[in-house]
Structure formats: C-alpha cells, structure tokens
C-alpha cells in the first residue's frame, strides 16, 4: 500500500508564490511518475504536471506551463510544486498521485486520471485577488 501526503498548501495573494510537497511511502517511489492534479469546486480534477522517474523530463497543462515547476528527490521520497504568478483561478485542492512505471510512456497519456493508480488526500490553494 503506498501513501501519498501532500503538504503546503494556504491562503496567498495574487501574484505570490507556494511550494507544495508530497511525500510518499514505500521503497519504490523512484521507479514512478509522479502529477500532480488539481479540482476546484464543482469542477473536474485536472492535470497540472508529471514528471518522469528520473526527474529528467515534465510536463505541464498550458495553464500553469511557465508558472508552476514539477520537481522530485528520490532520496527523499518526495515530489514538490513550486508555484508563482498566482491568480485567483489557481485555487483549487491539490492532488498528488503516482502514476506509471518506469518504461515507455505517452506524454499525452499521463494527462489523463486514469493513469495514476494511488492519491493524497489533497492540499486546498486559495489565491485571493
């Protein structure tokens, strides 16, 4: 059974800055990759970024690409979110998840829920304007 805890979330103002963190147990977190996911009230849960086991390749939605950093350290069983340029459409709760194994993968696939087996419990962002 694998745990995910996400951390770091809070209240921040337009145009500030949070880093958000996701620690993981087990033994094999560095044979993953790793997203995050957001979902704001009555909305779905979306894809903000993933990165791949080796920390070597993101990527990101268009709505957060040059904004948001996906970054992780296998020594430390953790995944974080470095976000800037807040706006108020950024608030949300934020999902940390593991998703495929090491091996080929479609960029374009690991946009997609379905890919990613286990899930925090969530962290709530709220940006106020």
């Known amino acids: 059974q694998v745990q995910l805890v996400e951390s770091g979330g809070g209240l921040v103002q337009a145009g500030g800055s949070l880093r958000l963190s996701c620690g993981a147990s087990g033994r094999t977190f560095s044979n993953y990759v790793m997203g995050w996911f957001r979902q704001a009230p009555g909305k779905e849960r979306d894809f903000i970024a993933a990165i791949l086991w080796s920390g070597d390749s993101t990527y990101y939605a268009d709505s957060v690409k040059g904004r948001f950093t996906i970054s992780r350290d296998n020594a430390k069983n953790t995944v974080y979110l470095q976000m800037s340029s807040l706006k108020p459409e950024d608030t949300a709760v934020y999902f940390c998840?593991?998703?495929?194994?090491?091996?080929?993968?479609?960029?374009?696939?690991?946009?997609?829920?379905?890919?990613?087996?286990?899930w925090g419990q969530g962290t709530q962002v709220t940006v106020s304007s």
């Open positions: 998840a593991r998703g495929p194994l090491r091996g080929y993968v479609n960029s374009w696939s690991l946009r997609r829920k379905a890919e990613y087996d286990y």
